[in-house]
């Protein structure tokens, strides 16, 4: 069974940066499963964030490009989002999401739709 489970939200100003991780148990990340980060604010969407496909291949929102990264640690088994030049905007919770390859493209891998597991989420909060 997949499990996965955030730490590393909270609270930080505008500018500041946070690093959000995601501890998979269940699978490992060079297997052939995708990854994602993704994001909801109250009252909004679902929205994909980052994803990372398990040869290499990473994909971010246009929201974020440049100034979020996605990465792994293979021997931790864990994911992680490294968030810099945090804005106002970026406040919401934060998901960790996996899904089989093959699922979904490599072209949608931001949409919520392919993943099915997610953890429970983190909360960042960012004030201006």
């Known amino acids: 069974q997949v499990r996965l489970v955030e730490s590393g939200g909270g609270s930080v100003q505008a500018g500041g940066s946070l690093r959000l991780s995601c501890v998979v148990s269940?699978?490992?990340?060079?297997?052939?499963?995708?990854m994602g980060w993704f994001r909801q604010a109250p009252g909004k969407q679902r929205e994909g964030v980052a994803a990372?496909?398990?040869?290499?291949?990473?994909l971010y929102s246009d929201s974020v490009k440049g100034r979020f990264t996605i990465s792994k640690d293979s021997a931790k088994n864990t994911l992680y989002l490294q968030m810099n030049s945090l804005k106002a905007e970026d406040t919401a919770m934060y998901y960790c999401?996996?899904?089989?390859?093959?699922?979904?493209?490599?072209?949608?891998?931001?949409?919520?739709?392919?993943?099915?597991?997610w953890g429970q989420g983190t909360q960042v909060t960012v004030s201006s």
């Open positions: 999401a996996a899904a089989p390859t093959g699922v979904c493209s490599a072209s949608l891998f931001l949409s919520w739709a392919c993943y099915s597991t």
């Open positions: 269940g699978i490992t990340l060079n297997s052939d499963y995708s």
């Open positions: 990372y496909d398990w040869d290499g291949y990473t």
